[in-house]
């Protein structure tokens, strides 16, 4: 039988911070997602283009595990110096004292390192949209992710401020193992993702390959386009961008409609 109370009194600890564990992190910037997609398709994506949800979090345990064994082999092997060194030093007294006894001394390598992924997704809320964003809402919270959402008063209310904080947050309570965001911003990605590469943290940037130069050309940063992430979508994106044109040409739909500019 499934223990659901102990695995729901798991997973608010690691959301609340409780849970001692390093973090693989991700953090979704539904906005900036949404319109990078929309810019895309032309419009709002459909069943087959929108996002998987659950085939990305499989994505982010595979990425969890590795980042997990890479962690307890570099454990194994400072261990395995640090023992190297205590052996030397008691080859040395016992030659001095020409006594050896090295049956009684007993070291010990903890080569296990907790690591956890959390997976958190930051969007706005439309005054009046609630009744059709919570399904969605609903729909990311049963596969695992917990739910950052903020009213859209304004256009200052975004939520990149949210994302970074929580990144600090999680950077200097239980540390970070691994650090993927899933965004095009950046502007306000672009340094502080840079900071904490240096850091020695493996940082990842998800997103579209057409928006997100900054991130391909920053040395430290590794991106991965969204739809190669096997099963995000159903069907593969129409994309046609200047560098992938065919040889007749293609037209190129606006971002938004011309009337916009009355507005």
Sequence with gaps: MTDTRGTAARFADTISGQSGAQRVLLVWDAPNMDMGLGSILGGRPTAAHRPRFDALGR???????????????????????????????????????????????????????????????????????????????????????????????????????????????????????????????????????IEIAAEGVPVTVIGFREHVSWALSTDGLEFVDLEEIPGVFREPLPRIGLDSLPDDGAWLTPFRPLRALLR
Excluded: C
């Design 59 to 193: 994505w982010l345990l595979q990425r969890t595990a590795d980042i997990s064994a890479q962690a307890a082999v570099a454990a194994y092997d400072r261990s395995v110096g640090d023992d190297n060194a205590d052996d030397s030093a008691i080859d040395d007294d016992d030659a001095l004292d020409g006594d050896s006894d090295v049956d009684d001394i007993s070291t010990t390598s903890d080569t296990a390192v907790q690591i956890e992924p959390e997976a958190t997704v930051f969007t706005n809320i439309v005054p009046g949209s609630a009744d059709v964003v919570r399904p969605w809402v609903d729909a990311l919270r049963n596969v695992g992710y917990a739910v950052f959402a903020k009213p859209k008063l304004s256009e200052d209310s975004d939520v990149d401020s949210d994302m970074l904080d929580h990144i600090e947050l999680r950077r200097h309570t239980v540390g970070l193992a691994g650090l993927i965001v899933a965004s095009a911003d950046g502007q306000a990605f672009r340094d502080p993702l």
